[in-house]
């Protein structure tokens, strides 16, 4: 009984000790830990805004995740101290859902969501009966029927806030098209078994597919650009602030728009776009 008191005893010092050595390393002001999801922002965050913090004297760790849940909370939570994975929309939503106090600090550029198919080469030969896969998650499924509705695929209701639709809200549907929603980072598997699917730009890069191949792209407004965000009380914090001075930097443009890079075709957000035009002036 004695020796399994010690070793109880033991075990718990040593989880207590890991777990000091977890808080410390986490509060670090020289540690900067990024939450991403799959896909090419984990890439962002390496090649485009690592090396200048690392100049500023930051180490930089890239924690990726596998859904869109999970670095909200772990932001929340202080697992990690920022995220490049969403959009502004989601970002709100899920906050404000979730009672989180967490500020977006700024705006990147973003792959939009297309319509993918190893089926079909043009929206022509959609017919009745032809499933489309679209994400789950009430912000992309609105995101996604909004997509639809701009290609003349769906309409939806008129008394329908089209931020907050969903497939209930499809007023006429003239090919007769079956939608299903999944989990956004399933979607790119369903395109052996489905007419069609609506991918988000990460998850599409991340499953070897080129945006380029995509039948039709959505063009994306500055609330769906995605955004570095952090805990509210960190927004002001120096390293909040120097990620941001990062991001404006010549070498992140340089990054961005290296025609090597798969962020060569993404979309700009409108600061970005305005701060070349005025260089230009």
């Known amino acids: ?3 399994r008191l ?3 005893a033991l075990t718990s010092a040593l989880l207590l000790a890991g777990s000091i050595q977890a808080a410390q ?12 999801a799959p896909g090419p922002y984990g890439d962002m965050v390496k090649e485009a805004i690592a090396p200048s913090l690392k100049e500023k004297g930051y180490k930089v760790v890239v924690r990726e995740f596998s859904d869109y849940v999970q670095p909200n909370m772990a932001l929340a939570n202080g697992s990690i101290d920022a995220n490049l994975f969403q959009h502004t929309l989601y970002f709100n939503k899920f ?7 967490l500020t977006k600090l700024i705006s990147v550029p973003t792959a939009g969501m297309g319509l993918y198919s190893h089926k079909i080469t043009s929206l022509d030969q959609l017919k009745k009966g032809d499933i489309i896969t679209l994400s789950n998650d009430p912000t992309n499924l609105a995101r996604g029927l909004r997509f639809l509705a701009s290609l003349g695929l769906v309409t939806i209701k008129p008394n329908i806030d089209p931020t907050k639709a969903s497939e209930r809200d499809i007023a006429e549907n003239p090919k007769g098209l079956v939608f299903k929603p999944l989990e956004a980072a399933q979607l790119p598997r369903t395109l052996d078994s489905v ?7 990460n998850f599409a890069i991340a499953a070897g597919l080129k945006l380029s191949s995509a039948l039709e792209q959505e063009h994306l407004d500055d609330n769906l650009k995605n955004i570095i965000a952090v805990r509210s009380d960190d927004a002001d914090k120096p390293f909040a602030k120097d ?3 990062v991001v404006k930097s010549p070498a992140y443009r340089a990054v961005i728009d290296d025609p090597k890079n798969n962020f060569i075709s993404f979309q700009k957000p409108d600061w970005m776009a305005a701060a070349a035009q005025t260089q230009q002036q």
């Open 6 to 8: 010690t070793f109880s």
């Open 195 to 201: 007419t069609g699917a609506l991918v988000n730009g």
């Open 1 to 3: 009984m004695k020796l």
């Open 25 to 36: 390393a986490n509060s670090d002001p020289h540690t900067i830990v990024f939450g991403v």
């Open 243 to 245: 990620i941001v001075a």
């Open 95 to 101: 906050k404000e859902d979730k009672g989180l106090k």
